[in-house]
């Protein structure tokens, strides 16, 4: 059987993913960058949902996955340098993301890719102001190879469905978003 490019993209976009956490866990362990820690948090364990429901459904699940080892190592890394904080944005994020939970509880696998990707985006609210705000403590470099890796997981999706490309889609947005506030330091 011949490989192709829903064969290879799919993995390769994961592998890109790894990539840019490496380079942003080599960048937080030698400069000072900081991240949200509650973004990562949320992250890692929306990443899971949405890898596990994406796999169950047959769906391109390399990324979440390759995310879901990420953001948890990052998580860990960030508690390790102290850099937990917590506000109202932290707070009101993670309610919101409480909310796309349970719809996904309530209503199973097709409704928790909809609600984890949609909540992927909501839980990069801490990130996205804390980009915004000191555009120069984000890795910009880390954040384009993220967004590279969600554009061929975007493009790897064998059909338009939601299993295929949601969660894609909506990663592309907040890393869009991160790499132009991130910019403003340029």
């Not at 990420?70 to 960030?78: E, M, P, R, W």
């Not at 975007?154 to 592309?172: D, F, N, P, Q």
């Not at 947005?173 to 403003?184: N, P």
Request: charge should be positive; aromatic fraction near 10%.
């Amino acid at each position: 059987m011949p490989l192709t490019t829903e064969h290879i993209l799919p993995p390769l976009a994961g592998a890109i993913g790894i990539v840019a956490y490496a380079v942003l866990i080599t960048g937080l362990l030698k400069t000072n960058i900081q991240q949200s820690f509650a973004a990562y948090m949320l992250w890692s364990m929306l990443d899971s949902i949405a890898t596990i429901t994406t796999f169950l459904e047959g769906g391109n699940y390399w990324l979440p996955l390759s995310n879901t080892v990420g953001s948890f190592a990052v998580t860990i890394l960030l508690i390790k340098k102290k850099q937990v904080s917590w506000s109202w944005v932290e707070t009101g994020t993670a309610a919101l993301v409480t909310i796309c939970l349970l719809i996904w509880y309530a209503a199973g696998e097709q409704a928790g890719i909809i609600s984890s990707s949609v909540a992927v985006v909501i839980a990069s609210v801490p990130q996205m102001v804390d980009t915004y705000k000191k555009p120069s403590a984000t890795p910009t470099k880390a954040y384009m190879i993220f967004l590279i890796a969600n554009i061929v997981s975007l493009i790897a999706g064998k059909s338009w469905s939601m299993e295929e490309r949601l969660y894609a889609a909506c990663s592309v947005f907040l890393c869009l978003v991160i790499v132009m506030f991130s910019l403003r330091k340029r």
